[in-house]
RNA sequence: GCGCCAGUAGCUCAGUGGAUAGAGCAACGGCCUUCUAAGCCGUUGGUCGCUGGUUCGAUCCCAGCCUGGCGCGCCA
């Protein structure tokens, strides 16, 4: 259990014992005491505000309240001492005592430090990118990612079993558009003067495909008699190159899905009529003009939408049910989707059809990531796949390296509208705030090169606490203990910018520590215990660095 | 017209209904004979879009406006 947890608890049992000894009304034990951080130092490392919101309630003052409560907090050994403060704050503030174990439980625990373990895991699917095989990744996916890779990390880190999904669009519409297009560019190739289709993808990258593809299946392709067959054939060889390409770019992007899930399967193997019918017996289906139509305006939808079109074929829709159907058949509890922008619409409509068809919609949580507004010296880029400028992320990862773009992916909260500006993430690469992040790894890393080379044994267990009284020290090591708490904050509010915001804060302690104490001196105690809390730091920079997915190097 | 997101320092953005609203970048001025100066310190910088409401307390919640972006397909 977390620091922060355990605080409340704590405030929670002194509550109980409170109302039993009569002290206050027992409706005082109906109130969910909150614990905050205070926004100044002097108030504390943790806060309750519970005696301002009681206040009414008991028909008390908030200050009576509080300094009733307090003596029920009474003498925990993680803190120094509890103050009741002028409107009616109860604050407490951590014994060095505690922040000091909990530097060697740190160490001892090293890359496990801040995880948890569950009794009873949750089985997560989280289903991120999902782009179209129709080209190489751009920029959207890029962030979509950076961010679905960062929340899985955060939840297996919390305990849960993650499997990362991407949802192969290999069937409709576009998939023969695709193969049209290539069979043009074949034939272009071959001097045949053609009309390119009307809609069809005009990428450069298609004539790539479709030189690769005339060249590695020349016999397939002449032994196809009918034209339709022969467009069939292209658009799955150009799907296969595409998607080649994307696990590629996403690989060295260090995201890895355990499933690629084709959506032509579900078609296949009747998912998507079986989908219909289940549908269909939950009554939410109607005929209008030979379509079948889903009373998504059940569901708070504005109009009813189409599930089957007057020829017979299934939209997307339809087979989007029937994906997510899928997904809690193989029972995972809770299904994470991440999609752009564009889909916001389709969250309303998608989970009504799931409650239509019994499932709760709590295991169901779709995340919207916003927009990336692509710069170059301050002007926006269109994003144009015909454009060969920085659109695609195989030329961002070129340009700007992995861990500059998976961290400024990842600093920004989800909703917002993120401004990359390129020139400026090239141009301030020396002073990114992601190097400064992993300066403070590599600089601790070379504190112990160092301490080595002067034949220094870093012996923890003859560190000595007295040495770690000083301001930079202490702020130190509360960021430290905060570690386990901000991550599984994060991980619950899938929120992985708050990964980013706090190594900010350790990497600024950290820096602002080092600057005014020097670590390896003659004074050998002093060194050893200035070094465990080095060694504490780096272990926490590196599992947060580890969570965002970007490297902690050992130098610089 | 409807829906979603955003509006906080010059720029990009954090901020759990609480106490004197923060960071990075940019600008200006300092700090390396000593463990990495990709660092540290200081200064400048704010009607938290506007107007109401809810309450002990609102940047945060609610309503109505204003501005910007995106979406409103039987494409995916």
């Keep these: 259990m977390n620091l922060k947890t355990e605080i409340s608890r704590l405030v929670s049992r002194a509550v109980e014992s409170a109302v039993r000894d009569g002290a206050f ?104 990118v999902s782009a179209n095989p129709t080209g190489p990744l751009n920029i959207v996916s890029a962030r979509a990612a950076a961010v679905g890779d960062t929340i899985a990390n955060l939840m297996e880190f919390a305990g849960d079993v993650v499997d990362r999904e991407f949802y192969v669009n290999d069937y409709g519409n576009q998939v023969s558009l695709l193969g049209r297009s290539v069979l043009a560019r074949i034939r272009e190739q071959k001097g045949e003067s053609v009309e390119f289709p009307e809609d069809g993808y005009h990428g450069a990258y298609i004539a790539d495909i479709a030189a690769h593809i005339a ?31 994307q696990r590629r770019d996403l690989e060295e992007f260090n995201v890895r899905f355990k499933t690629w899930f084709s959506e032509r399967t579900l078609h296949e193997k009747g998912s998507v009529n079986e989908t219909l019918d289940l549908l269909e017996k939950a009554n939410g289906v109607y005929a209008d003009e030979g379509k079948s139509m889903f009373r998504s305006t059940d569901y708070n939808d504005d109009k009813d939408r189409v599930l089957v079109r007057d020829d017979g074929r299934p939209t997307y829709f339809l087979a989007d049910i029937a994906y997510h159907r899928e997904k809690f058949e193989r029972g995972y509890d809770l299904a994470i989707d991440i999609w752009g922008p564009d889909h916001h619409g389709h969250i309303t409509r ?8 019994g499932f709760d919609g709590k295991r169901l949580n779709i995340l919207i990531s916003q927009q990336v507004n692509l710069l170059m010296e301050g002007e926006t880029v269109k994003m144009s796949k015909r454009l060969g400028q920085f659109s695609t992320m195989r030329d961002l990862i070129d340009e700007i390296g992995v861990d500059v773009a998976r961290y400024f992916f990842v600093m920004r909260s989800l909703e917002s509208h993120l401004d990359f500006d390129l020139t400026l993430a090239k141009k301030e690469s020396s002073e990114n705030p992601v190097f400064y992040l992993q300066y403070a790894h590599a600089r601790i890393c070379s504190l112990f090169r160092e301490a080595e080379k002067r034949g220094m044994t870093y012996d923890p267990s003859s560190a000595d606490p007295a040495y770690l009284d000083n301001e930079e020290s202490i702020l130190l090591m509360k960021h430290l203990a905060k570690f386990p708490e901000e991550m599984e904050d994060a991980a619950e509010k899938c929120e992985p910018h708050r990964v980013a915001t706090f190594l900010m804060k350790v990497a600024q302690a950290f820096h602002k520590f080092y600057t005014e104490h020097r670590i390896l001196t003659d004074d050998r105690a002093m060194s050893v215990t200035y070094l465990l809390l080095c060694d504490a730091v780096r272990t926490v920079m590196a599992n947060g660095l580890t969570l965002l997915g970007v490297s902690a190097p050992d130098q610089m």
């Design 215 to 245: 060249e590695d299946y020349e016999r397939e392709m002449s032994a196809i008699a009918g034209e339709d067959e022969l467009v069939d054939f292209l658009a799955l060889k150009a799907i296969e190159y595409n998607l080649a390409g």
């Design 350 to 357: 998608l989970l009504g059809a799931m409650k239509s068809l």
């Design 25 to 128: 009304d027992d409706i005082f034990g109906d109130i969910d005491p909150k614990v905050e951080y205070p926004r100044e130092m002097k108030f504390g490392d943790y806060s309750t505000p519970i005696a301002l919101e009681s206040a009414r309630l008991l028909r008390r003052s908030p200050m009576e309240i509080a300094t009733g409560l307090a003596r029920y907090i009474g003498t925990d050994p993680r803190m120094s001492s509890i103050e009741v403060v002028k409107p009616g704050f109860i604050n407490m503030f951590l014994s060095t005592g505690f922040l000091y174990d909990n530097l060697k439980e740190i160490v001892r625990l090293g890359a496990d430090y801040g995880s948890s373990s569950k009794q009873t895991p949750r089985r997560i699917n989280i289903e991120f």
